[in-house]
Antibody, heavy 121, light 108 residues
Framework: QVQLVQSGAEVQKPGASVKVSCKAS????????MHWVRQAPGQGLEWMGW????????NYAQKFQGRVTMARDTSISTAYMELSSLSSDDTAVYYC??????????????WGQGTLVTVSS | EIVLTQSPGTLSLSPGERATLSCRAS???????LAWYQQKPGQAPRLLIY???SRATGIPDRFSGSGSGTDFTLAISRLEPEDFAVYYC?????????FGQGTKLEIK
């Protein structure tokens, strides 16, 4: 069965960086784009960007341009999201989500369990 | 950027009743690119509907999606206790993805 297992909770200081991992299993990792979505406490979902595992090509939401880096290691079927220059506004649960495109449709069919990142001095 | 506005913000209903949730886009969205997700407290979102009206694998047929252009609807025909959650619509346009702010479906 498809599983996306993310790394554990992080506490970081303002100005620092955080790197979250997402290990995929149960499917061919290189066959599907991986997206990242975050959710601040009590708030809605915010799309951050995607990575194409085969090529490493990325596309980031304008809001995160210059601060986010998405990467992957195909040898271990793992995607990474690194966010730099953290502020308290970045306190959120970060999700990886597998992207599916079928017959012209586009959606996220499997999600990781989420990683809580807390930014606090 | 296309903005999705969901209404109502909170919907209070009883088990067995019918729920109708709305998602309105600031400009026209391709039906192929409109999806709905359910999220329960402490859990990741779960895909319900894609392509505006297709149910995801394992989703009961009491869930249905409809709509086109700027107006989309998620309906739940007979609410079960496990259906009380937050629901999000999501769209794709021009290399970007956006979500609505969510509708909380609570037990009356």
């Amino acid at each position: 069965q498809v599983q996306l297992v993310q790394s554990g909770a992080e506490v970081q200081k303002p100005g620092a960086s955080v790197k979250v991992s997402c290990k995929a299993s149960g499917y061919t990792f290189t066959g599907f784009h991986m997206h990242w979505v975050r959710q601040a406490p009590g708030q809605g979902l915010e799309w951050m960007g995607w990575i194409i595992p085969t090529s490493g090509d990325t596309n980031y939401a304008q809001k995160f341009q210059g601060r986010v880096t998405m990467a992957r290691d195909t040898s271990i079927s793992t995607a990474y999201m690194e966010l730099s220059s953290l502020s308290s506004d970045d306190t959120a649960v970060y999700y990886c989500a597998r992207f599916r495109a079928v017959a012209g449709t586009k959606y996220f069919d499997y999600w990781g369990q989420g990683t809580l990142v807390t930014v606090s001095s | 950027e296309i903005v999705l506005t969901q209404s109502p913000g909170t919907l209070s209903l009883s088990p067995g009743e019918r729920a109708t949730l709305s998602c309105r886009a600031s400009q026209s969205v391709s039906s192929s690119y409109l999806a709905w997700y359910q999220q329960k407290p402490g859990q990741a979102p779960r895909l319900l509907i894609y392509g505006a009206s297709s149910r995801a694998t394992g989703i009961p047929d009491r869930f249905s999606g409809s709509g086109s252009g700027t107006d989309f609807t998620l309906a739940i025909s007979r609410l079960e206790p496990e259906d009380f959650a937050v629901y999000y619509c999501q769209q794709y346009d021009n290399l970007m993805y956006t979500f609505g702010q969510g509708t909380k479906l609570e037990i009356k």
